[in-house]
């Protein structure tokens, strides 16, 4: 099968996450299994034109992208209308069997879909309600509400046209967890039978082996994501600087806004905080490793749809302690591979970490469901699998 997958970052971009990083998996994985899958992302750091990485063909599309969403760019340069150029030439040279859109990204395809024919299916991450709750709930600072209003007009015009449109001119919408389908529901009102959920999957990875060495009255905490306000990973520093966190550490991966403050907690910490800075994809699984770290956590006040560093924890052995917000309960089980806690609530996270700390048993049992939940349901084989059946559905 050709198919032709729509993004607009890639892991090409130095700033790329989860999307990006799931994107990649889950196109290496059908090429894997013998599809030609071309990618098309704007060009925004490289040079090149095209690059073919492990089987995936990378198509960078020139086109302009604001500094801020709610800034437009004309229309002759907008990613909607180059991507659609793109592909129109592309597709005019060999036919294309299948669309892929992660969010709104096939938007200007969508729109012209009865020129092309061709199946599309959306990739729904999160929503846009979700994405400005998020916005006003992390950050009510005076620059942070500045940035909510620039948003603001942006926000809404994808909530009344954009996310409905790239919703309802799909074939069907692939929801990454049971919270985005029941959002998406709710703000576009599509039919419940086009929303298909298939949580997000990776390779798995690590020795099964491995020694568990959770001790009485210590406990690593480990922490990989983004380094802003709304991840929370700030409280829990403070925390454990300041000796509110008894007989825990912290090792922390990742970049962004606070990392020079995290790093100013790190250096008079005694010990206590170790920065990693940001790592490449292959060397973070690495330090998932319960002979190393015995609880991750996850602190973010962020409405996220299926957060890929749960799953990574999980097949790493790792027991997690996470805010219970959007597509978290998808993949945390709560007194079984980890804790939830409700949002916002530090004490009731400090006492679930207490708890471990007091318990290695519980830390390493925890630790091993986990490992055994992931390989049962978040395997990169289940979740291509099921994009697969879903392909077979709407080629018919």
């Given at each position: ?202 390779q798995p990875f690590g020795d ?55 790093d100013h907690l790190a250096k ?129």
């Open positions: 099968m050709r198919i032709a997958v729509f993004i607009k970052s890639s892991t090409f971009s130095k700033s790329y996450g989860g999307l990006e990083t799931q994107n990649k998996l889950l196109c290496e994985g059908l090429a894997s299994r013998g599809h030609t899958v071309v990618v098309f992302t704007p060009n925004i750091e490289l040079e090149a034109r095209e690059v073919r990485e492990s089987g995936v063909l990378y198509k960078f599309v020139e086109c302009k992208v604001a500094s801020y969403s709610s800034v437009t760019v004309p229309k002759k340069d907008s990613w909607p209308l180059k991507s659609l150029e793109e592909f129109r030439i592309a597709n005019s040279k060999e036919k294309f069997d299948l669309i892929i859109g992660q969010s709104s990204a096939a938007i200007g395809v969508i729109k012209s879909r009865v020129e092309f024919g061709v199946p599309i299916i959306s990739i729904s991450h999160g929503t846009k309600m979700g994405e400005m709750q998020t916005k006003i709930q992390s950050d009510v600072s005076l620059k942070g509400i500045a940035r909510t209003l620039l948003d603001l007009p942006h926000a809404l015009k994808n909530f009344f046209t954009v996310q409905r449109e790239f919703v309802h001119g799909s074939n069907l919408v692939i929801a990454v967890s049971s919270y985005v389908k029941k959002a998406l529901i709710d703000e576009t009102f599509v039919d419940e039978q086009k929303v298909r959920v298939v949580n997000n999957g990776i099964v082996n491995k020694e568990y060495s959770a001790e009485k009255g210590n406990l690593r905490l480990l922490y990989v994501g983004q380094l802003i306000k709304s991840k929370g990973i700030l409280r829990i520093a403070d925390m454990v600087a300041h000796g509110m966190l008894e007989g825990m550490s912290l090792d922390i991966v990742g970049a962004g806004d606070l990392y020079e403050s995290l008079n910490s005694g010990g206590k905080i170790n920065m990693h800075g940001k790592l490449p994809y292959e060397d973070v699984l690495k330090i998932y490793d319960p002979r190393r770290f015995d609880v991750f956590v996850f602190p973010t006040s962020r409405i996220e749809g299926f957060p890929m560093v749960l799953i990574e924890a999980m097949f790493g052995g790792l027991p997690i302690v996470a805010f219970g917000l959007g597509g978290v309960p998808d993949a945390v089980f709560d007194n079984e591979t980890g804790f939830l806690v409700k949002a916002g609530d530090f004490r009731a996270f400090k006492a679930n970490l207490e708890e471990l700390r007091n318990h290695p048993e519980l830390v390493k049992k925890m630790g091993a469901n986990a490992r055994n939940k992931a390989v049962e349901r978040f395997s990169l084989d289940k979740m291509l699998d099921s994009y697969e059946e879903i392909f077979e559905e709407v080629m018919k």
